[in-house]
């Protein structure tokens, strides 16, 4: 039996809905019912009565979920009392991060950061978008730091968590210059010729920004794909070496651009969407540890959150 079972299952208890609770626990409905159906099978007892709209508890079920509760609060508490022994790491704020805001936008960031708000001591921990979430979840960073656009929000209840606004972010096209210092591959394409696209693999959040360009570009994108990766520094690597076209973070090609070794692929405004930085953390009235360091960092941006 998994502990995240249990939590799959007051989840449930809580929001009797297999689709919300799938949302809330960041994982597809297919793979929360199957969650689910394993702690059953655990049990040897029905849970839930699924005949039932909203979804129930069965008797037993109601039974089993006060004493999954409690199992939940007493490792919780267990928890606690273990980071309570870690000492001089209360001054350390653990950030989860997306790998592209990472290497790119925190490093910037974090220097300014300090430059007003003082020292910070910092441990950084670079995954893809859906296992940053789950981090910031399952309690095991402070903060997250990742991309938002309308069209794909992070699956984050406002009732547990906040959060806090640090920029905005182009993404655009771009591509290697040539002899002449134009890109060698433009949008809309030259000619009407299909142009080599560099692209980023299908569970990449970034993919889903460049699927929503072309959706609501004003005409056809004529790309191939010729490298996927889900690294946007991977991505810029074959770029800079003239194997195709990649929409970046403008982040992530400043030096580039300054040195004109990549250029932008389309004209300012076109084939272009801004996403927002935002940071989140669990409110502290629900949150399983409160650094004070993490704390403080956090009344700093709230009260400086108009200045910027």
Request: aromatic fraction near 8%; hydrophobic fraction near 45%; glycine fraction near 6%.
């Amino acid at each position: 039996m998994e502990t995240k079972w249990l939590e799959d299952f007051a989840s449930l208890a809580e929001t009797r809905s297999f689709s919300r609770s799938a949302q809330l626990r960041h994982v597809t409905q297919p793979a929360f019912s199957r969650r689910i159906q394993a702690l059953e099978a655990w049990a040897g007892i029905d849970l839930v009565d699924r005949t039932s709209y909203p979804t129930r508890l069965t008797p037993a079920g109601e039974t089993f979920h006060a004493q999954a509760l409690d199992v939940l609060a007493a490792l919780q508490a267990a928890r606690n009392t273990l980071r309570s022994h870690l000492g001089g790491g209360q001054d350390m704020i653990d950030f989860a991060l997306p790998h592209t805001l990472a290497f790119t936008f925190f490093p910037h960031w974090l220097m300014e950061l300090k430059g007003r708000f003082g020292p910070v001591k910092s441990r950084l921990i670079a995954l893809n978008v859906h296992d940053a979430v789950l981090r910031l979840t399952e309690g095991g960073c402070d903060l997250l730091i990742a991309y938002h656009h309308a069209s794909q929000p992070l699956q984050l209840s406002p009732e547990r968590y906040e959060m806090l606004s640090l920029g905005r972010e182009t993404l655009a096209p771009y591509a290697k210059a040539g002899p002449d210092g134009r890109p060698l591959f433009t949008l809309p394409s030259a000619n009407g010729r299909t142009a080599p696209f560099l692209s980023y693999g299908s569970a990449a959040y970034m993919s889903r920004m460049v699927e929503w360009i072309a959706k609501t570009a004003p005409e056809p994108l004529l790309l191939e794909a010729v490298y996927e990766t889900d690294m946007s520094e991977g991505i810029k690597a074959m770029a800079l070496e003239g194997h195709g076209l990649a929409f970046l973070p403008a982040s992530t090609v400043r030096k580039e651009l300054a040195s004109q070794r990549l250029v932008r692929a389309s004209a300012p405004g076109q084939y272009e969407l801004t996403m927002e930085v935002r940071i989140y953390r669990e409110k502290p009235e629900q949150a399983r540890l409160v650094k004070p360091a993490a704390q403080a960092l956090w009344s700093f941006l709230l009260h400086h959150a108009h200045d910027d």
